[in-house]
């Protein structure tokens, strides 16, 4: 799912399609690779450009997790603050004007910061990462292995070739898992694109689609503290104490997201967008909305909380011209989450035929 940012001005690659997922390419900003998004811009392409109307919306809560997300202007002054804070004391001062930013494992590496920082003030954050590395990385590993494990728990209810070509690439992972080569690190990526080379039989295909979506269940530096962790000590592509205090800020980068994924055919129109942070709509790719529901349960009433602000925004003068914009969004959600969303639009003083003539009077 294309994932739309807010900018620092430096150009953004075209969209790749990565597993029948579209990503952004962005080009680094003094930043070594990073995770999911290295921008800081929300850009309005062509693949995002009915969402531009969305833009002007600020201090939004996040549909999917509820943190209050980050403008372009907010994430941008933030990280030139950041980049003046060069030990652990003084970054945790800025980082802590922002903890309804973050996400839950950015909210907890925060704390271990912030912890750390009391005990050695003059420290860095690479030094508090190397020193739980060692421990971290054992968790990771065991993290990593309980989802091969269900997979191939899964596969029992397979054909006998299913099974074994499932087994041959969960056992190749964990090789790579416990060599631990940091040269040839494993990725969640590796398996999903190994996976994809199995051709399953018709009527196991659905057994097969199931297994492969446990795959996206594994840890990343988002979703797990160690993985977090073990990433921002890697010994190749080292990190410096400034990237990872901005990295605790860089997912709750306002964007916009496809309702129906894109790259399955969702339309560029305004009523399949939605404002969503960076971190979410990355981790959800092309998931469907179900799905990702299953995985985070809360996203309902969050969706209502987004709602009510869309619809006060509208009640205070924003977004003129789209008044009809709660009714589309209504629509798309309570389809693409097979009726699990339903939101209430009760408190808006438009009735769906009022908003549609205001938007044809202009």
């Known amino acids: 799912m294309y994932i739309s940012s807010v900018m620092l001005g430096f150009p953004v690659k075209n969209l790749t399609p990565i597993n029948n997922r579209s990503v952004s390419q962005p080009i680094p900003h003094k930043l070594k690779q990073d995770t999911f998004v290295k921008s800081s811009q929300i850009n309005f392409g062509s693949a995002t450009s009915q ?35 060069k030990d652990a004391q003084s970054a945790v001062k800025v980082l802590s004007r922002y903890t309804k930013n973050m996400l839950p494992v950015e909210k907890e590496m925060f704390d271990i910061f912030k912890k750390y920082s009391k005990q050695v003030p003059n420290g860095s954050f690479v030094d508090c990462l190397n020193n739980l590395r060692p421990e971290a990385h054992k968790k990771l590993m065991l993290e990593e292995f309980d989802i091969l494990d269900k997979v191939d728990d899964m596969s029992r209810n397979a054909s006998p070739d299913l099974a074994l070509a499932v087994r041959h690439k969960t056992t190749k992972c964990r090789d790579v898992i416990l060599t631990d080569n940091p040269m040839k690190p494993f990725k969640r990526k590796t398996l999903i ?105 809360d996203i309902p009433t969050y969706m209502q909380t987004h709602a009510e602000q869309i619809i006060d925004n509208i009640h205070n003068g924003k977004l003129e011209g789209y008044e009809d914009y709660p009714y589309k969004l209504k629509k798309s959600l309570f389809k693409e989450s097979d009726g699990i969303i339903n939101i209430d639009l009760s408190s808006y003083k438009y009735s769906e035929e009022e908003a549609q003539k205001m938007v044809g009077n202009l």
Do not use: W
Request: glycine share 4%.
């Open 51 to 85: 969402s531009a109307p969305l833009k002007q919306l600020r201090n939004m809560i996040d549909p999917y997790s509820g943190i209050t997300m980050l403008s372009s202007n907010e994430l941008s002054i933030a990280e030139k603050t950041l980049d003046k804070c």
């Open 193 to 297: 694109t190994s996976l994809d080379e199995i051709t399953p039989t018709p009527k196991e295909k659905k057994l097969f689609e199931k297994l492969k979506e446990q795959v996206e269940y594994l840890p990343t530096s988002g979703t797990s503290k160690n993985a977090f962790i073990v990433k921002y000590t890697d010994t190749v592509k080292p990190r410096t104490h400034e990237e990872i205090a901005k990295r605790l800020l860089r997912p709750a980068l306002q964007s916009a997201e496809h309702i129906h994924p894109d790259s399955l055919g969702g339309a560029n129109a305004l009523g399949n967008f939605i404002l969503t942070s960076a971190g979410r709509n990355s981790e959800r790719g092309n998931m469907s909305l179900t799905k990702f529901i299953q995985k985070y349960p």
